[in-house]
């Protein structure tokens, strides 16, 4: 250590280098475009932001390859979620920066970027693989197009993290794995059932009952009702389960499904809340994914118009479509589809709960 050279706060960060890659195309066509300078500050800086959260993604998705997953290692997961969803606000807010450039201001050096486009982010592509959107949830089109944007190299490299097991998929793994809904004779998914059988034949009573209530309008609600009982089907029947599978409306394994709604009904107990944070704040993730997604669509639309992308996409119109069709942790909302009121929840038999609480607290002084 006494032979170390001393840090030195512009070297260490490359401030030489960093500060002298931004060469904006209108300059090299003969006049600066004054907000040009802006766009490529921006774009690096989301492309720092994506290294970031692709080097947290890469050491959660480490730590969820282990088996069994040590819940000592729950508490960093936590943590470095909660790292990837601030970014996230992050990228989103910065929207609003790029918002300060008027679609007069972009068009002065809008043409040169041609046919530079976000498609040709490796990163972005990168981080939606390595989160679980991989090519079989894309259509064949949008699969087409974007890997059509990318130099050789580039699309190797995202097909290669595709064939890499995603976030998602180590999550189903961790989920199915959940042992405590069955014990000797116990098995919750049966008592389960018929809570929720006996919920839904008190709401039909409450509907045939309802006297403010027209035959049209008590056709409907009844109606409403048998879609809720399917959804609940489709959670505990493996046959449609897996038609709900093959109709792309869930993605997580039943086990895995069953797991996620099983740690959301009992997340109270010591045992089940460091699983229910870490659920919740993957629901962020997707959110604010999502959002920026949306907020990036509406920027665009603001600034070209109806206007063909610069990669030759449809611009707003293509952005707006993929907000939700791009969706990786959708199941993890849908899972309030299948929650009861707590005073409907079955009980856990004594020694699962014993297992799932805190014993060292006994009550004597």
Same mark, same amino acid.
């Given at each position: 250590? $006494? ?5 030195? =706060? ?41 290294? $970031? ?35 996230? @606000?992050?990228?989103?807010? #910065? ?17 040169? %970027? ?10 972005? !592509? ?6 679980? &959107? ?12 974007? %890997? ?11 097909? /290669? ?11 189903? #793994? ?15 998914? @049966? ?21 403010? *209530? ?21 959670? &505990? ?8 599978? /093959? ?6 394994? $039943? @086990?895995?499904? #069953? ?13 089940? $809340? *460091? ?13 604010? *994914? ?16 109806? @206007? ?9 119109? =293509? ?20 929650? %009861? ?6 009980? &856990?038999?004594?020694?699962? %709960? ?5 014993? =060292?607290?006994?009550? !004597?002084?």
């Amino acid at each position: 250590m $006494q032979d170390r050279k001393p840090c030195n =706060y512009g070297e260490y960060l490359k401030l030489d280098t960093l500060l002298s890659s931004q060469e904006p195309e209108s300059l090299k066509a003969g006049k600066m475009a004054h907000d040009e300078m802006l766009f490529i500050i921006i774009h690096q800086t989301y492309e720092l932001w994506f290294k $970031q959260v692709l080097f947290e993604l890469d050491s959660i998705r480490e730590i969820f390859s282990e088996t069994p997953l040590p819940t000592s290692r729950l508490q960093t997961v936590v943590s470095r979620f909660e790292r990837i969803n601030e970014i996230l @606000k992050v990228l989103v807010d #910065q929207i609003r920066i790029i918002e300060t450039m008027t679609p007069l201001d972009f068009m002065d050096f809008r043409d040169f %970027l041609v046919p530079a486009s976000g498609f040709q982010s490796v990163q972005f !592509k990168l981080l939606e693989a390595r989160l679980g &959107l991989k090519a079989s949830f894309r259509s064949e089109m949008e699969r087409t197009f974007i %890997l059509s944007r990318l130099k050789p190299e580039e699309r190797a490299t995202v097909e /290669a993290a595709e064939k890499e097991i995603s976030l998602f998929e180590h999550v189903d #793994q961790w989920l199915s794995r959940l042992p405590f809904t069955q014990s000797g004779n116990f098995d919750f998914w @049966k008592d389960y059932e018929h809570a929720v059988n006996t919920m839904l034949a008190g709401d039909e009573s409450i509907i045939q009952g309802n006297k403010t *209530l027209d035959e049209g309008r008590k056709k409907m609600e009844l109606e409403i009702l048998g879609l809720t009982r399917k959804s609940f089907t489709s959670l &505990l029947n493996p046959v449609a389960f897996a038609e709900a599978q /093959a109709a792309g409306l869930i993605k997580l394994s $039943q @086990k895995a499904m #069953q797991s996620a709604v099983f740690i959301h009904l009992f997340r109270d107990l010591p045992m089940l $809340q *460091l699983p229910y944070k870490i659920l919740s704040l993957m629901t962020d993730v997707d959110e604010t *994914l999502t959002a920026w997604r949306h907020r990036h669509a509406i920027m665009a639309h603001r600034l070209i118009g109806t @206007k063909i992308g610069t990669g030759g996409s449809s611009g707003h119109d =293509y952005l707006k479509r993929t907000t939700e069709r791009n969706r990786v942790f959708i199941d993890l909302f849908n899972i309030a589809t299948f929650l %009861l009121p707590k005073s409907k929840i079955p009980a &856990l038999p004594a020694s699962i %709960l014993k297992t799932l609480d805190f014993e =060292y607290d006994h009550g !004597k002084t």
